[in-house]
């Protein structure tokens, strides 16, 4: 039986399990990018990147012949691809400050609110608002653009492969060598963790080839908040009409069918159930009810800025640069170049306000 043949039903709920597997991975490795880069910028601990490099050259091993095949098992498959452009550098560079400000990405948002951490209440609306609200703007599609650059499609994925794959490599020398003199004083990780470092990325890497071949597409996150909240302004009285952005088949669709049968919206609610049972089961919920009106400020302006920076820049640190890079786009290399020096000031802010580094 190929994928193709599944009943609709059967697929959802497997994409829901999916999710929840991603989810309870997430909170086994303690895998994250917002915390890593803080360690990384603030105390010059670059030890918890090194999963991420992992999981981008594991899976950009894994897709490859896929993606050159069109796709596996009687399923079509498209890699994550976007123009290399300029509304991915602004769109990357807000991202990452706001990454800081509002203490998670589009995965660990998901991932802290499954654990019960009262601020992402606050983050994930103002997430799906920003996207959303970026949706409703077209200033950023006309930006310059050198269009989709597939390395895969240009190079070969052979030669693809095994360029990205010396980069990763060149990468996690050079960090390991900057960080060898700093790594020893930064402050203890708390962690609850007990995988190796490596585990993370290798169970990441697998289940993101599941999710490419049964959702057809890599891994992606942010595209849902942007729907939640235009299902909400059309319950409101908005019209769709009025943007360009919605009028696009795949964006009416949706919009017209129910966020149970949305791809990304399905994974999404499944990692946060997925973190929540994981972390239940091991004694990992961190519900506080106390919270300082500045972190709750922080934590709005923080989940605008992504929402915002993830619309125009074609998604976030997994729809854009795992999925992006692993599918040997440039433009998700390009989001990464952005989205750390965006980081750098988004820790800067956090100390200048008196939050935590």
Same mark, same amino acid.
């Given at each position: ?15 829901? %399990?999916?999710?929840? =597997?991603?989810? &309870?991975? %997430? ?30 050259? $594991? ?21 994550? @691809? ?41 983050? $994930? ?37 095994? /360029?990205?794959?010396?980069? %990763? %490599? ?5 960090? *390991? *060598? ?26 990441? &890497? ?15 996150? @942010? ?19 009025? #943007? ?10 949706? =919009?017209?069918? #129910? ?21 239940? =089961? ?6 506080? /009810? ?6 709750? $400020? ?52 956090? *100390? *200048? ?5």
């Amino acid at each position: 039986m190929s994928l193709l043949t599944l009943d609709p039903e059967v697929r959802n709920i497997l994409l829901l %399990l999916l999710g929840a =597997l991603l989810g &309870a991975t %997430l909170f086994h490795a303690d895998f994250g990018f917002t915390g890593a880069y803080r360690r990384l910028i603030a105390h010059g601990d670059g030890s918890t990147v090194m999963p991420q490099l992992l999981l981008v050259g $594991l899976c950009t091993a894994l897709f490859a012949p896929v993606l050159a095949a069109g796709g596996l098992f009687g399923q079509g498959v498209a890699g994550a @691809t976007a123009p290399v452009s300029l509304s991915v550098v602004i769109g990357a560079f807000v991202f990452g400050i706001g990454m800081q400000l509002g203490g998670g990405c589009g995965s660990g948002t998901l991932y802290a609110l499954g654990r019960g951490s009262l601020p992402m209440f606050v983050t $994930l609306p103002a997430f799906c608002a920003g996207g959303f609200w970026a949706s409703l703007h077209s200033w950023w599609q006309e930006l310059p653009s050198a269009g989709e650059i597939v390395l895969g499609e240009t190079l070969g994925w052979p030669q693809a492969v095994g /360029l990205q794959v010396a980069v %990763l %490599l060149g990468l996690a020398w050079a960090l *390991r *060598r900057w960080t060898a003199g700093t790594r020893a004083s930064a402050p203890p990780r708390v962690t609850h963790s007990t995988w190796p470092w490596w585990w993370g990325g290798v169970v990441l &890497a697998l289940l993101c080839v599941i999710t490419l071949l049964l959702a057809g597409h890599p891994w992606t996150i @942010t595209w849902a908040f942007t729907l939640w909240a235009a299902k909400v302004a059309v319950a409101l009285g908005w019209d769709p009409a009025t #943007s360009a952005f919605w009028q696009g088949d795949f964006q009416q669709q949706a =919009l017209q069918s #129910s966020v149970f049968t949305d791809t990304t919206s399905l994974m999404d609610m499944g990692l946060i159930l997925g973190t929540f049972v994981a972390a239940a =089961l091991a004694g990992g919920l961190v519900f506080r /009810l106390k919270t300082s009106p500045r972190q709750f $400020l922080t934590a709005l302006v923080g989940g605008l800025m992504m929402g915002y920076g993830a619309r125009i820049a074609y998604g976030c640190n997994i729809g854009a640069f795992v999925s992006g890079a692993a599918s040997t786009s440039l433009h998700g290399w390009l989001w990464i170049a952005m989205a750390l020096p965006g980081n750098w000031v988004g820790v800067a802010l956090r *100390r *200048r306000i008196g939050l935590a580094v």
